[in-house]
């Protein structure tokens, strides 16, 4: 047999590392990895892209100050050349394969997803008693009580600790019913009380935050889209 790692005093040899590695739950880690490695095989990354692949992670990780480095690179690598290759340069890779696999479809990938990526502040009073929640409704109607009272007072769930208020939060979080009906809402435009599920909700709709395609969306369009792509690949 041969050893292939030696931990303290155990000894793993050739023929344990797979037994080893599905028992662990790791073995569709390194599968995916494996993956990983061969789709960015041909990509190739300059000095300056390396150099600031460094900065990037430094600064990710709050590793500001030169002790602060030397003592990341003493635990979790051998030497900075080994922390380049095995880390930085391999995450610049993936990054490169990103944006050359999908970079021309974020834009309609995002309009696809944009019904579920716009933010939206509302008020929720959740009910079950019927004639509360129409009397309620009635209320808000004339204004004889603000929302923020009423949920306080009434409402069944955590919204009651916040006035009844909520988010900003994406439409795509939302209960389909919700949501549906939070898009086709005007800011302040109350809603007569809704069946969902056990509850009764009276809805207003406070806020519309429509979504933009700025670099950090960029960034998350394209995680999903690899992500989405590596577990076909599995």
């Not at 340069?89 to 394969?97: A, D, T």
């Not at 109607?141 to 994406?170: H, N």
């Not at 809603?191 to 429509?210: F, G, N, Q, T, Y």
Request: charged share 25%.
């Amino acid at each position: 047999m041969t050893t292939v790692l030696q931990l303290g005093k155990r000894t793993i040899t050739a023929e344990e590392v797979i037994p080893l590695l599905t028992s662990y739950q790791m073995l569709p880690q390194l599968l995916r990895e494996s993956i990983i490695d061969q789709a960015i095989a041909r990509i190739e990354c300059t000095p300056e892209e390396t150099a600031v692949g460094y900065h990037q992670f430094y600064q990710q990780n709050q590793l500001t100050s030169d002790i602060q480095q030397q003592a990341w690179l003493e635990r979790y690598c051998n030497s900075q050349n080994d922390l380049g290759e095995a880390l930085i340069v391999r995450m610049l890779k993936i990054e490169k394969f990103k944006r050359a696999t999908w970079g021309n479809k974020l834009e309609s990938y995002f309009l696809q997803r944009k019904g579920q990526l716009d933010q939206v502040v509302y008020s929720l009073i959740r009910i079950k008693d019927k004639g509360i929640a129409e009397e309620l409704y009635f209320r808000l109607q004339e204004r004889e009580q603000t929302f923020a009272e009423l949920a306080y007072e009434y409402s069944q769930g955590s919204e009651a600790q916040t006035g009844g208020i909520i988010g900003p939060v994406e439409l795509g979080t939302i209960h389909p019913k919700l949501a549906q009906l939070l898009s086709i809402s005007q800011p302040g435009q109350l809603w007569s009380p809704m069946p969902l599920e056990e509850w009764l909700l009276i809805v207003r709709l406070e806020k519309l935050i429509p979504a933009q395609l700025n670099d950090s969306m960029r960034r998350r369009l394209l995680r999903e889209l690899f992500e989405g792509w590596l577990q076909q690949q599995l």
